[in-house]
């Protein structure tokens, strides 16, 4: 893990030099690509629905019908603690979700910040000139969707579900003299439900602040997916090592680590079938964080919980991390973002 994080970049700005005046922009991609692969374990009920109320979202994938979470149910949840860690150091997370608008007197590095960097974000910007500008950044770590290893046959329930009951204990509305109709059926994905899901970094752009961010807010478990409702904490998350090469490997597709890991029972027995094909000297990554008392699983696991423990505990070395980080962060959004004659004003 040492060797990684000091392969990693601690400068993010790039000063292009193009036509009459040069401009400021994120630093240029290398060849460099991190995979973490992770198995999410159903802990409790969790819904993962398609626009039609009584299915549950599924692909046919390495031979079989599997349940299929979409990248946006597990990315969001851990944007939004991502957030929150922000907060409570007070070093960013000043925008709601998917409510972004900077002023024309703010500068957007005043409200862009390390989760935006990492897990990426846009938002209308009144950056000068009269018009609304929309100011992307593209997300530093790809989430692939999350596929069952086990058959969606095996893994599934429903709840019957009525809705519009008076208190006459009855469905029939006296005002409208109707029924209900809200009487339907909530399709669930049960316990003992593991996805296998990768979080794949490329371009060598995250810094030693960034990814330690996003294995923070990657955490140990949460509340999930969801359409009308959840039941708490349905999901624990299972890290299974960090790999890292120059260039992208297939085994970053979920879809081939099911083909080559078969069928699992237990998040134990996938974590280490996962690992053993990352390691692979034909399939996999060159490099892991694994140690010869560790493996690259293990190594990661105690690696979060020591951040979580730094966190839990306000220990002053994270928080001054995440200050140096923020304004690192502010450095580059002001420079990407604002123009040159506002620039030279200040």
Same mark, same amino acid.
């Given at each position: 893990m040492k060797t990684l994080l000091? $392969?990693?970049?601690?400068?993010?700005?790039?000063?292009?030099?193009?036509?009459?005046?040069?401009?400021?922009?994120?630093?240029?991609?290398?060849?460099?690509?991190?995979?973490?692969?992770?198995?999410?374990?159903?802990?409790?009920?969790? %819904?993962?629905?398609?626009?039609?109320?009584?299915?549950?979202?599924?692909?046919?994938?390495?031979? $079989?019908?599997?349940?299929?979470?979409? +990248?946006?149910?597990?990315?969001?949840?851990e944007r939004r603690r991502a957030d929150?860690?922000?907060?409570?150091?007070?070093?960013?997370?000043?925008?709601?979700?998917?409510?972004? @608008?900077?002023?024309?007197?703010? $500068?957007?590095?005043?409200?862009?910040d390390l989760s935006t960097y990492?897990?990426?974000?846009?938002?209308?910007?009144? %950056?000068?000139?009269?018009?609304?500008?929309?100011?992307?950044?593209?997300?530093?770590?790809? @989430?692939?969707?999350?596929?069952?290893? $086990? +058959?969606?046959?095996?893994?599934?329930d429903n709840v019957f579900r009525q809705g519009g009951i008076s208190e006459e204990f009855v469905t029939f509305d006296?005002?409208?003299?109707?029924?209900?109709?809200?009487?339907?059926?909530?399709?669930?994905?049960?316990?003992?439900?593991?996805?296998?899901?990768?979080?794949?970094?490329?371009?060598?752009?995250?810094?030693?602040?960034?990814?330690?961010?996003?294995?923070?807010?990657?955490?140990?478990s949460g509340a999930y997916g969801g359409a009308t409702a959840t039941t708490g904490t349905n999901l624990k998350t299972h890290l299974c090592g960090i790999y890292w090469g120059k260039l992208e490997r297939p085994v970053n597709a979920p879809e081939e680590i099911l083909k080559a890991i078969g069928q699992p029972t237990t998040p134990h027995e996938a974590v280490e079938k996962i690992e053993q094909l990352m390691r692979d000297p034909e399939q996999g990554y060159p490099f892991s964080a694994a140690t010869e008392q560790l493996s690259s699983a293990a190594y990661l696991q105690n690696y979060v919980k020591e951040l979580i423990h730094q966190f839990e505990t306000d220990q002053p070395e994270l928080k001054a991390a995440y200050q140096k980080a923020e304004a690192q962060m502010r450095e580059l959004f002001n420079a990407w973002f604002t123009k040159p004659d506002k620039a030279k004003k200040k």
């Open positions: 000091e $392969q990693l970049p601690k400068e993010i700005v790039f000063t292009y030099e193009y036509g009459k005046d040069d401009f400021s922009i994120p630093r240029l991609p290398e060849a460099q690509c991190i995979v973490i692969p992770v198995v999410r374990e159903v802990i409790a009920p969790i %819904l993962i629905r398609n626009n039609d109320t009584e299915s549950i979202t599924d692909i046919l994938a390495a031979g $079989q019908r599997r349940v299929r979470m979409i +990248a946006s149910k597990t990315k969001g949840v929150q860690i922000l907060r409570i150091l007070g070093t960013g997370g000043k925008m709601a979700a998917n409510k972004g @608008y900077i002023r024309k007197e703010r $500068q957007v590095g005043d409200v862009f990492v897990f990426g974000y846009s938002a209308n910007a009144n %950056l000068g000139g009269g018009k609304d500008t929309i100011c992307s950044v593209h997300s530093a770590v790809l @989430y692939s969707d999350a596929l069952s290893i $086990q +058959a969606i046959s095996e893994l599934t006296a005002e409208d003299k109707t029924t209900s109709p809200k009487i339907f059926k909530t399709h669930a994905v049960l316990p003992p439900a593991l996805l296998v899901q990768t979080l794949v970094m490329t371009g060598n752009r995250m810094t030693c602040e960034a990814l330690n961010h996003l294995l923070l807010s990657i955490g140990l």
